[in-house]
């Protein structure tokens, strides 16, 4: 039931910590199998492997034990060397941090989907001239084989996320254009901490999402209103007003990444390291920090009506479940406190359990805690260390394991979840679930 170990190979416990985060995420597997597809099929292994997305799933796949393995500690030296060839310096020897190294994975996954042809070589100029040739000799510029047309190199990754930022004028209450931005993992804050009240991840989440004011902003419809009221011939100054800023999650991703910023800085602007414990639990809940596109109150109502009707059109277990475009309303209380609750009820379970939502019976976005990296020591020098859930059987690839390890690089052990909620997380890894009604209409979609 464990997974192999990794070398250190000098200071390389940042990089060792997120690959054995990211290998407990099969949808990031899955989806690199799709993107490398073209490069088994155009590409010997040795040229392969010059890519980064290739040699990141060669070595997830043998960390999740998807591919046989006769070493009990692995050598993940060749990833170093790949970023190399994208022009990462990225020393062995030095002290990094594991969320900039994610970072630097997922941009270059993108760098590389983009270098990749979004339409098919041009032909040869002197095969078009020659009618005869059958379409299968014609070869492209390269000389080699046509690519086959495929949708993998603009799919998005799925740690890829969109936020929504939303300013109000206070004065006229008019609402700018709702402004998008990607993203790869949520950076959260921590709070200040109140005496007597443990720090959850909601407290974090909620500050994240919480609106601030922002001054001295050139309000388009306060000057418009203002212009309307002056006599012909004055000239106008643009109306300057206060208005309310809030962030929102306009597109949750498929595997989400939350990063605990534990540095601060002291009076005399040293970095600090903040070591206090954010409680989190085994299931997220992010209904409450989705952004809802307004609905009028015109058709408020037969909204209302059409999603009671979609709710009991599907049960699970004897209770009515929420299809995956049905959402909580938007003023709804948050129905479930995540990390604040107990998670004793959750120690053995295979699937999220629905008496832990009294008040609501399926929650739309659910997420699963899938790994915990930890980071030992202060701001100069520490130690990183994952939590991980143990690979699913082999007879039922598609479980999700109830077995927990603790790993620091060549080291490997196992680990109750207790021991892993009680962790001092810096980089947590959810993916999310689906409920039955979910996975139907998912499948719908695929088929159409």
Not at 363 to 390: I, Q
Request: neutral net charge.
């Amino acid at each position: 039931g464990l997974v192999p170990g990794l070398l250190n190979l000098g200071n390389t416990c940042f990089m060792n910590s997120l690959l054995q985060g990211l290998s407990s995420c099969p949808s990031f597997i899955k989806w690199l199998e799709e993107f490398t597809a073209q490069y088994k099929t155009d590409q010997n292994r040795s040229t392969g492997h010059q890519y980064l997305s290739v040699t990141l799933l060669h070595l997830l796949r043998a960390l999740s034990c998807q591919e046989v393995t006769e070493d009990d500690v692995l050598d993940a030296s060749c990833l170093l060397e790949v970023l190399r060839m994208y022009r990462w310096q990225i020393s062995s020897f030095e002290e990094q941090d594991a969320h900039e190294l994610f970072h630097v994975l997922t941009s270059s996954l993108e760098d590389e989907r983009d270098r990749q042809p979004r339409v098919t070589h041009l032909f040869d100029v002197h095969s078009l001239e020659q009618p005869e040739i059958i379409q299968k000799q014609i070869s492209c510029r390269t000389r080699g084989s046509l690519p086959p047309a495929s949708n993998h190199w603009k799919s998005q990754h799925p740690f890829h996320g969109r936020l929504t930022s939303n300013m109000v004028c206070k004065h006229c209450e008019h609402q700018s254009p709702v402004r998008y931005d990607t993203f790869d993992s949520l950076s959260l804050s921590i709070p200040a901490a109140v005496w007597g009240r443990p720090m959850t991840l909601d407290h974090c989440l909620h500050h994240f999402i919480s609106s601030e004011s922002v001054k001295d902003v050139v309000c388009d419809n306060c000057t418009k209103i203002q212009a309307e009221g002056t006599l012909n011939g004055q000239s106008i100054e643009n109306k300057r007003t206060t208005f309310v800023k809030q962030l929102k999650l306009g597109k949750l991703p498929q595997c989400l990444c939350i990063h605990l910023q534990r540095l601060s800085w002291s009076n005399q602007g040293t970095p600090l390291k903040r070591h206090e414990h954010v409680q989190f639990n085994e299931f997220l809940i992010m209904d409450i920090y989705k952004y809802r596109i307004p609905v009028h109150k015109s058709s408020q109502n037969e909204l209302n009506q059409k999603n009671s009707e979609e709710t009991t059109s599907g049960t699970k277990d004897g209770t009515a479940v929420k299809p995956s475009d049905t959402e909580q309303p938007s003023g709804t209380k948050p129905f479930f406190m995540n990390g604040a609750c107990s998670s004793s009820f959750l120690m053995s379970s295979g699937t999220f359990p629905l008496a832990a939502f009294p008040e609501c019976s399926s929650p739309v976005y659910l997420y699963r805690l899938m790994a915990v990296v930890v980071h030992h020591g202060d701001m100069h020098s520490g130690h990183f260390v994952t939590y991980r859930r143990s690979p699913p059987s082999p007879k039922n690839p598609l479980s999700v394991s109830s077995q927990w390890l603790w790993i620091s690089d060549d080291t490997v052990r196992k680990a109750s979840l207790h021991e892993v909620l009680s962790s001092s997380a810096y980089l947590l890894f959810y993916e999310r679930v689906h409920s039955r009604v979910q996975h139907q209409s998912l499948e719908l979609r695929a088929e159409d």
